[in-house]
T-cell receptor
Framework: GAVVSQHPSRVICKSGTSVKIECRSLDFQATTMFWYRQFPKQSLMLMATSNEGSKATYEQGVEKDKFLINHASLTLSTLTVTSAHPEDSSFYIC????????????FGPGTRLTVL | QKEVEQDPGPLSVPEGAIVSLNCTYSNSAFQYFMWYRQYSRKGPELLMYTYSSGNKEDGRFTAQVDKSSKYISLFIRDSQPSDSATYLCAMTLTNAGKSTFGDGTTLTVKP
């Protein structure tokens, strides 16, 4: 299947700092990528839909000024958590759509963010 | 009420058992149905992808969709300890659309 990578896999930062997470589709071009957040023992909650070359579409309740998304190329989307706080600590997962007959969605391995 | 309901379990079965995992949903417009497996501290891995009603089989896994009842199932035959994971159902309205996930069912297969 198609491969999606995320970097870093784990990050620990101090409160008030900004953290950038990269999501890459390694062997295919992805016009659409999704960013999810997953708290322990909970399901994935969609944060935003990222389309290459255009502004991201954020879900209700997600602050776009806090979670900056950039989808500059067909293989890379970035999520920047600005002025991170302990409550932003979570597992952040991206996914990318493989544009074929079924438009399958493939997930990255996730990035665990811990804000001290 | 959540759009997608999934029993969180936990579910524990002996090795070799048949496992049945289920989700119900409320939005009859959903057309694409997926099952993902997620190991601890890892991203979800797509297991099955089904369009509309019917059955789909892949090895030990069978996915069933009953749109009239708004009910989907994943069956795992001859379950193995390596199947121990959280299983998430998901569904979308359109191709390449955003997915709505169930809360996941945690499965443990005991040797």
């Amino acid at each position: 299947g198609a491969v999606v990578s995320q970097h870093p896999s784990r990050v620990i930062c101090k409160s008030g700092t900004s953290v950038k997470i990269e999501c890459r589709s390694l062997d295919f071009q992805a016009t659409t990528m999704f960013w999810y957040r997953q708290f322990p023992k909970q399901s994935l909650m969609l944060m935003a839909t990222s389309n290459e070359g255009s502004k991201a579409t954020y879900e209700q309740g997600v602050e776009k000024d806090k979670f900056l998304i950039n989808h500059a190329s067909l293989t890379l989307s970035t999520l920047t958590v600005t002025s991170a706080h302990p409550e932003d600590s979570s597992f952040y997962i991206c996914s990318a759509i493989l544009a074929n007959a079924q438009d399958e969605q493939f997930f990255g391995p996730g990035t665990r963010l811990t804000v001290l | 009420q959540k759009e997608v309901e999934q029993d969180p379990g936990p579910l524990s079965v002996p090795e070799g058992a048949i496992v049945s995992l289920n989700c119900t949903y409320s939005n009859s417009a959903f057309q694409y149905f997926m099952w993902y497996r997620q190991y601890s501290r890892k991203g979800p891995e797509l297991l099955m992808y089904t369009y509309s009603s019917g059955n789909k089989e892949d090895g030990r896994f069978t996915a069933q969709v009953d749109k009239s009842s708004k009910y989907i199932s994943l069956f795992i035959r001859d379950s193995q300890p390596s199947d121990s994971a959280t299983y998430l159902c998901a569904m979308t309205l359109t191709n390449a659309g955003k997915s709505t996930f169930g809360d996941g069912t945690t499965l443990t297969v005991k040797p």
